[in-house]
């Protein structure tokens, strides 16, 4: 009942902004209006910015100016992380995070991998994830990927750094 309420409500406030016409090019926009003294500031991901974009007369979306996403900063949130590896035998245990690291990056150069020292354990986590699904997801996919030290793999909680586009 929630989500069909929902659903009526983005659809009035687009026959609203059709009516009114409104020079924003996505709905997101017109919801972060400046009214009175308040603001709304919507984070979403880039692809959903895309998606929700009302289309230019040459036929392409204006909500992003073009598919090169530009980062101007990063925020720290709470999200989830996947730790791949956390030993602590002191002889070998940097060397087998570094070199575990390479290889996720070999697979997935888009995902940051990040190795860190807590005495006394030399740990491997992987990826800024806002969600435990998106976490889970890739979880999933290492552990296809990577099967001999897929036992040791699971998601954590921690600060993540997330784009702001």
């Known amino acids: 009942m929630r989500k069909l309420l ?3 409500s983005l659809l009035e406030i687009a026959v609203v902004m059709m009516q009114a016409q409104v020079a924003d090019t996505s709905i997101v926009q017109y919801l972060e209006r400046s009214v009175g003294t ?3 500031k919507i984070i979403q991901d880039a692809r959903l ?7 230019n007369t040459n036929g392409t979306a204006s909500a992003l100016p ?3 996403k530009i980062v101007s900063s990063y925020i720290t949130v709470n999200g989830y992380r996947i730790q791949v590896f956390s030993d602590n035998n ?17 697979l997935d150069p888009t995902i940051e991998t990040y190795v860190s020292f807590t ?4 740990r491997l986590r992987v990826g800024d994830f806002r969600t435990y699904e998106e976490a889970n997801t890739k979880l999933r996919e ?6 001999s030290f897929a036992k040791e793999m699971r998601i954590v909680r921690e600060s993540v750094r997330v784009p702001q586009y």
């Not at 910015?49 to 289309?55: G, P, Q, V």
């Not at 005495?119 to 030399?122: A, R």
């Not at 290492?142 to 099967?147: C, G, I, M, S, T």
Request: aromatic fraction near 12%.
């Open 6 to 8: 929902f659903v009526i």
């Open 38 to 40: 308040g603001k709304v």
């Open 49 to 55: 910015s895309s998606r929700l974009a009302r289309a």
């Open 66 to 68: 073009n598919n090169n």
């Open 90 to 106: 002191q002889r070998k245990s940097k060397d087998e995070a570094n070199y575990k690291a390479q290889l996720i990056r070999n």
């Open 119 to 122: 005495s006394p354990f030399w």
């Open 142 to 147: 290492l552990k296809q990927a990577f099967p």
